[in-house]
């Protein structure tokens, strides 16, 4: 079975600070994406990064990047200079059978940014 | 572009009765999807539909039925809502014939059973 596992419920930061979400995946697949989806209060599922499992180079959205480990099955988050906009749910998800919306999701990471 | 729209955004049912929730995209995306989000969980796949005319059971489908009408529509029907299919359901869509893109998600109906 293909899972997605969030160890961490939740986490809090300091505005202007740096926090790194862990996330890891089994899967058998030798190709497939990782996203991390942002979930504000407005419940909107928003995409934040995706990452492509045959590319070894870390993909990178300005404030946010990930850490790709292929052969451990882990794909953390890291948001850096954090923001007050940055608080969410941010859910870690895996993709399966070639398309990108058949989503496993994990249970998610609830992020807090204090002023 | 609106993106993805979903109808309604919220709804309380009363158990036995039966809905329609409607969906429906703006992208050409080939592919659709519902999901369903209950709390302290991620989006569990309900149904999919790869492409027009076809339509396919994910993780949780008992107790749904869907229909894609067509390339810009797909539907999920409650045929006897239950207390448990209490949630926030989304519906999303993916993929054009030339590009393997993300998910775009709308955003969600709040379906309430009592």
């Known amino acids: 079975a293909q899972t997605v596992t969030q160890s961490q419920p939740e986490m809090s930061v300091q505005e202007a600070e740096t926090v790194t979400l862990s996330c890891t995946y089994d899967?058998?697949?030798?190709?497939?994406?990782l996203f991390w989806y942002k979930q504000p209060p407005s419940r909107q599922m928003i995409l934040v990064i995706r990452?492509?499992?045959?590319?070894?180079q870390n993909a990178t959205e300005n404030r946010f990047s990930v850490n790709f480990q292929k052969a451990a099955k882990s794909f953390s988050l890291k948001i850096s200079d954090s923001q007050l906009g940055d608080t969410a749910m941010y859910f870690c998800?895996?993709?399966?059978?070639?398309?990108?919306?058949?989503?496993?999701f994990g249970k998610g990471t609830k992020l807090s940014v204090k002023p | 572009n609106a993106g993805v729209t979903q109808t309604p955004k919220f709804q309380v049912l009363k158990t036995g009765q039966s809905m329609t929730l409607q969906c429906a995209q703006d992208?050409?995306?080939?592919?659709m999807y519902w999901y369903r989000q209950d709390p302290g969980m991620g989006l569990r796949l309900i149904y999919y539909s790869a492409s027009e005319g076809t339509t396919d059971k994910g993780e949780v489908p008992n107790g749904y039925n869907v229909s894609r009408l067509n390339k810009r529509e797909f539907s999920l029907r409650l045929e006897s809502a239950a207390p448990s299919q209490t949630s926030v359901y989304f519906c999303?869509?993916?993929?054009?014939?030339?590009?393997?893109?993300?998910?775009?998600f709308g955003q969600g109906t709040r379906l309430t059973v009592v």
């Open positions: 899967t058998s697949e030798s190709n497939y994406y």
């Open positions: 992208m050409n995306h080939n592919s």
């Open positions: 990452q492509e499992a045959y590319k070894q």
């Open positions: 999303a869509s993916s993929g054009t014939r030339n590009t393997n893109t993300e998910a775009f």
């Open positions: 998800a895996f993709s399966y059978g070639g398309s990108q919306g058949n989503l496993i």
